[in-house]
């Protein structure tokens, strides 16, 4: 098959969009499939396009065999609405120029968030009369709500509201990532037929990363209970609580924070950590993705929290990645994200907002030498069992099929 994918984040980008698309891809490729990807110049979370793509309309690249297309993309490091907007809606005008290059393609993979690249891939399902999937990782513009980014009865709502029913209605396949946004879906009133469960996964590979041993030099990592969040900071991960675990653990020398990322709320986390005048927190910044695998052999533990108890149907790729590299979670949620943590015993659950749970959760690991060992033991089997990104890419690969056997 000759596969396109249409995504607003790739590689370099990092962030759970970029880590499931590069991650599916490059699986595909090893299928056997010829894979294209269509996105913008890389610039996210910081708003800023990467210095070697600056002044380019256009550049092309190939990573481990996927050919990649990139386009204009508005960036800024302003944070509004209407820049946000800006971002998204100028790739969806600009990845149409794919259309120009006149390559054979089979059929049309659009991730979301955000929502308004399914236009893009509705229009060029089309003109190319080939079958549309759209890969719902959060549902937009409903998540933005639940998060406090929109309102309800506001304008931008209703307008996204209605886009978002233009593309389920013009999209063959609705792939989802769990079963919480499948049952979604369905009480919306999409047919249970349209909707296929595509997991987000682990990729094997990830732990034959070799081990950067300058990272424990420069970040102090070593003889310290390091407890590590690697991911975006942003509004709906709800870093706050660790900020405020951090000065209640204040006193134990041995307990350190660490916080790969970065994001539109790093700053006001640095400030957070200033004006308590904390010395157990570690800022990083942004790091590349393989840098990751080492951030987590040093660790102790991981810490994986949502802002809104609301977001019951998120599982965040980095959830999977800890508990495969053999290190227990202390997940802030509630939903899906539980029953991955439950089913693997891999971990500790507190309810999002409860810093006292939190911190006490924290102490547990921290203490229970026998818990520890067992959550270490077990998230590893049961990740690499029911996660791997490579049967995942095969369930995908066989649902492709199907769809274009039906659409001929």
Same mark, same amino acid.
């Given at each position: 098959?000759?596969?396109?994918?249409?995504?607003?984040?790739?590689?370099?980008?990092?962030?759970?969009? $970029?880590?499931?698309?590069?991650?599916?891809?490059? &699986?595909?490729?090893?299928?056997?499939?010829?894979?294209?990807?269509?996105?913008?110049?890389?610039?996210?979370?910081?708003?800023?396009?990467?210095? #070697?793509?600056?002044?380019?309309?256009?550049?092309?690249?190939?990573?481990?065999?996927?050919?990649?297309?990139?386009?204009?993309?508005?960036?800024?490091?302003? *944070?509004?609405?209407?820049?946000?907007?800006?971002?998204?809606?100028?790739?969806?005008?600009?990845?149409?120029?794919?259309?120009?290059?006149?390559? &054979?393609?089979?059929?049309?993979?659009?991730?979301?968030?955000?929502?308004?690249?399914?236009?893009?891939?509705?229009?060029?399902?089309?003109?190319?009369?080939?079958?549309?999937?759209?890969?719902? *990782?959060?549902?937009?513009?409903?998540?933005?709500?639940?998060?406090?980014?929109?309102?309800?009865?506001?304008?931008?709502?209703?307008?996204?509201?209605?886009?978002?029913?233009?593309?389920?209605?013009? $999209?063959?396949?609705?792939?989802?990532?769990?079963?919480?946004? *499948?049952?979604?879906?369905?009480?919306?009133?999409?047919?249970?037929?349209?909707?296929? !469960?595509?997991?987000?996964?682990?990729?094997?590979?990830?732990?034959?990363?070799?081990?950067?041993?300058?990272?424990?030099?420069?970040?102090?990592?070593?003889?310290?209970?390091?407890?590590?969040?690697?991911?975006?900071?942003?509004?709906? &991960?709800?870093?706050?609580?660790?900020?405020?675990?951090? #000065?209640?653990? @204040?006193?134990?020398?041995?307990?350190?924070?660490?916080?790969? /990322?970065? /994001?539109?709320?790093? #700053?006001?986390?640095?400030?957070?950590? @200033?004006?308590?005048?904390? +010395?157990?927190?570690?800022?990083?910044?942004?790091?590349?993705?393989?840098?990751?695998?080492?951030?987590?052999?040093?660790?102790?533990?991981?810490?994986?929290?949502?802002?809104?108890?609301?977001?019951?149907?998120?599982?965040?790729? @980095?959830?999977?990645?800890?508990?495969?590299?053999?290190?227990?979670?202390?997940?802030?949620?509630?939903?899906?994200?539980?029953?991955?943590?439950?089913?693997?015993? /891999?971990?500790?659950?507190?309810?999002?907002?409860?810093?006292?749970?939190?911190? #006490?959760?924290?102490?547990?690991?921290?203490?229970?030498?026998?818990?520890?060992?067992?959550?270490?033991?077990?998230?590893?089997?049961?990740?690499?069992? +029911?996660?791997? *990104?490579?049967?995942?890419?095969?369930?995908?690969?066989?649902?492709?099929? !199907?769809?274009?056997?039906?659409?001929?």
């Amino acid at each position: 098959m000759k596969i396109l994918f249409l995504t607003q984040f790739f590689s370099p980008e990092t962030g759970a969009a $970029s880590k499931r698309v590069y991650g599916l891809a490059r &699986q595909l490729v090893k299928l056997g499939h010829e894979v294209h990807v269509v996105t913008g110049m890389p610039n996210y979370p910081t708003g800023r396009i990467k210095d #070697e793509y600056k002044k380019k309309f256009f550049c092309f690249e190939e990573i481990d065999g996927i050919k990649v297309s990139r386009y204009y993309v508005y960036a800024s490091n302003k *944070r509004s609405t209407i820049n946000r907007l800006l971002n998204y809606f100028s790739l969806v005008l600009s990845s149409l120029f794919f259309l120009f290059k006149r390559r &054979q393609i089979d059929i049309i993979i659009t991730s979301s968030p955000p929502l308004f690249l399914g236009i893009s891939g509705v229009i060029m399902s089309k003109i190319k009369k080939i079958p549309h999937v759209f890969d719902i *990782r959060d549902i937009w513009p409903d998540v933005a709500v639940e998060i406090g980014e929109i309102k309800e009865n506001s304008k931008i709502y209703k307008m996204m509201k209605k886009i978002e029913k233009f593309i389920y209605e013009n $999209s063959d396949i609705l792939t989802v990532v769990t079963n919480g946004k *499948r049952a979604n879906l369905i009480k919306n009133g999409v047919s249970p037929n349209k909707i296929k !469960l595509i997991s987000n996964g682990f990729d094997e590979e990830f732990l034959e990363i070799p081990i950067n041993k300058e990272i424990a030099d420069k970040y102090n990592l070593i003889g310290k209970f390091n407890l590590l969040y690697a991911g975006i900071i942003g509004i709906a &991960q709800g870093i706050d609580i660790i900020i405020e675990s951090a #000065e209640k653990l @204040k006193s134990n020398n041995e307990i350190q924070f660490v916080l790969v /990322g970065n /994001g539109v709320e790093l #700053e006001r986390m640095k400030g957070l950590v @200033k004006e308590k005048k904390l +010395n157990n927190v570690i800022f990083t910044g942004e790091q590349p993705h393989v840098n990751i695998r080492s951030f987590l052999y040093y660790s102790s533990a991981a810490l994986v929290p949502l802002k809104s108890e609301a977001l019951k149907d998120s599982v965040p790729t @980095k959830l999977y990645e800890a508990l495969g590299a053999g290190k227990p979670v202390i997940l802030c949620a509630s939903g899906d994200s539980v029953e991955v943590v439950n089913e693997s015993n /891999g971990g500790l659950i507190v309810k999002p907002g409860d810093i006292d749970s939190f911190v #006490e959760s924290i102490e547990k690991l921290y203490k229970d030498t026998e818990l520890y060992k067992a959550c270490t033991i077990n998230s590893k089997e049961y990740v690499i069992k +029911n996660y791997s *990104r490579k049967s995942i890419a095969k369930t995908l690969e066989k649902e492709l099929e !199907l769809e274009l056997k039906k659409s001929k």
